[in-house]
């Protein structure tokens, strides 16, 4: 018998923390990296991770995609853009040389804290 996977087996969709308007996609992560926020409003996620992994990283990327949909965290290939504030000068910071998901950061406090 032949029988059809689903959407989200075959794009890599997380259906359990995936929600409308964030998608949640399980992929191999370089780095020992557990997840990212991405500015298209996605959320990528280690594959292989635990339910409660899985959760808490998501929840913690959210935290991200909430600061750059406020203006407050910006990224691109080669650098990070942080305000903390909308009235705060913004601080760029070279990801070459950070330990990005450092804790010390504004941005990580921020999503550590929830």
Do not use: C
């Not at 087996?9 to 926020?37: N, Q, R, Y």
């Amino acid at each position: 018998m032949f029988q059809l996977k689903d959407k989200s087996t075959l794009f890599g969709i997380d259906k359990d923390t995936s929600t409308h308007d964030t998608p949640v996609f399980k992929k191999d992560l370089e780095g020992g990296v557990m997840a990212e926020a991405n500015r298209d409003g996605t959320i990528f996620v280690q594959k292989g991770l635990s339910t409660k992994q899985t959760r808490d990283a998501v929840e913690h990327e959210k935290v991200h995609l909430d600061q750059m949909a406020a203006g407050r965290l910006q990224y691109d290939e080669n650098t990070v853009t942080w305000k903390k504030d909308t009235r705060s000068p913004a601080r760029v910071y070279q990801r070459l040389t950070m330990n990005e998901g450092d804790p010390n950061f504004e941005w990580e406090k921020e999503a550590y804290k929830k």
